[in-house]
């Protein structure tokens, strides 16, 4: 049992580390997206933060899947649309944070875009690590297709 938990931690430790590194590369996508498109193309912070963020989503769930996490209990169908269930919440997460920031905080847009990505990437790991591509009692879900 003891063997158990410490491979099951190492393993956590492991896709945490991966989602880290994956989620940089992302994150310095979807910042270079959300500068774009606020500062050169002059477009309002808040819908900035939501297409920069959809870039990030896509991103984000191709990578994860390939790199991190691998598996799911789900289709690759009916996991795509529990990604963008949980990044709903996470563009929720992100437009509080930023409003708050810019708003109430008067701290310039790109830092709070910085503080709500942070804030962002610990929802976004623990909600697709405990739900989406958790594979714990899959016996009579059919496998997820493997890339």
Same mark, same amino acid.
């Given at each position: 049992?003891?063997?158990?938990?410490?491979?099951?931690?190492?393993?956590?430790?492991?896709?945490?580390?991966?989602?880290?590194?994956?989620?940089?590369?992302?994150?310095?996508?979807?910042?270079?997206?959300?500068?774009?498109?606020?500062? %050169?193309? +002059? =477009?309002?912070?808040?819908?900035?933060?939501?297409?920069?963020? !959809?870039?990030? $989503?896509?991103?984000? @769930?191709? *990578?994860?899947?390939?790199?991190?996490?691998?598996?799911?209990?789900?289709?690759?169908?009916?996991?795509?649309?529990?990604?963008?269930?949980?990044?709903?919440?996470?563009?929720?997460?992100?437009?509080?944070?930023?409003?708050?920031? %810019?708003? +109430? =905080?008067?701290?310039?847009?790109?830092?709070?875009?910085?503080? !709500?990505?942070? $804030?962002?990437?610990? @929802?976004? *790991?623990?909600?697709?690590?405990?739900?989406?591509?958790?594979?714990?009692?899959?016996?009579?879900?059919?496998?997820?297709?493997?890339?």
């Amino acid at each position: 049992m003891k063997v158990t938990i410490q491979i099951i931690q190492r393993q956590a430790k492991k896709q945490i580390f991966k989602y880290l590194l994956i989620a940089t590369i992302v994150v310095s996508i979807e910042v270079l997206s959300f500068a774009l498109l606020n500062s %050169v193309m +002059k =477009l309002n912070y808040m819908a900035s933060t939501v297409l920069s963020m !959809a870039v990030g $989503i896509g991103l984000n @769930w191709f *990578f994860s899947r390939v790199f991190v996490f691998k598996t799911s209990r789900y289709s690759m169908h009916t996991e795509i649309l529990l990604v963008l269930v949980a990044s709903l919440f996470g563009v929720g997460i992100q437009l509080s944070v930023i409003w708050l920031c %810019v708003e +109430k =905080l008067s701290i310039i847009p790109i830092v709070g875009k910085m503080i !709500a990505i942070v $804030i962002t990437f610990f @929802w976004n *790991f623990w909600v697709r690590k405990r739900y989406i591509f958790n594979t714990k009692n899959t016996e009579n879900v059919p496998p997820a297709i493997e890339y």
